[in-house]
C-alpha cells in the first residue's frame, strides 16, 4: 500500500507564500501521478494540482494558476506545492493524493491513496 504523509501547513497572511510537501512511500512503482486536493470547511474536496511522478506532465486549477506550483524529488520521493500570493480563500485542510492512472487525472474518484491533510490558514 501507498503511504502519503504532507507537512508544511501553517498560518499566514494574505500575500504569503508556503510550500507543502508530500512524503511518498510503501509502493511507489505502482504510483503514476500526485495530486493536491484542498477542502474547507463546508465544500467539498476540489483540484489544486496533480504531476506525473516522471514529471512530464502537471495540471492546475483555474484558482491557482501562476500563484501554485507543483514539484517533485523522486530521489527524496517527495512532491512539493510552493503556494505564492496567498489569499484568504485559499484556507483549507489540504491532501495530497496517488493513482496508478496514466492519463492525467483530477477527481476525487480517481485517486486511490490519501494523506492526513495538512492546515492551512491564511488571514487578511
Known amino acids: 500500500q501507498v503511504r502519503l504523509v504532507e507537512s508544511g501547513g501553517g498560518l499566514v497572511q494574505a500575500g504569503d507564500s508556503l510550500r507543502l510537501s508530500c512524503a511518498v512511500s510503501?509502493?511507489?512503482?505502482?504510483?503514476?501521478?500526485v495530486a493536491w486536493f484542498r477542502q474547507a470547511p463546508g465544500k467539498e474536496r476540489e483540484f489544486v494540482a496533480v504531476r506525473s511522478w516522471n514529471g512530464y506532465n502537471s495540471n492546475y486549477a483555474d484558482s491557482v494558476k501562476g500563484r501554485f506550483t507543483i514539484s517533485g524529488d523522486n530521489a527524496k520521493s517527495t512532491v512539493y506545492l510552493q503556494m505564492s500570493n496567498l489569499k484568504p480563500e485559499d484556507a483549507a485542510l489540504y491532501y495530497c493524493?496517488?493513482?496508478?492512472?496514466?492519463?492525467?487525472?483530477?477527481?476525487?474518484?480517481?485517486?486511490?491513496?490519501w494523506g492526513q491533510g495538512t492546515q492551512v490558514t491564511v488571514s487578511s
Open positions: 510503501g509502493g511507489i512503482f505502482s504510483t503514476y501521478a
Open positions: 493524493a496517488s493513482t496508478s492512472r496514466i492519463v492525467n487525472p483530477t477527481r476525487v474518484y480517481e485517486f486511490d491513496y
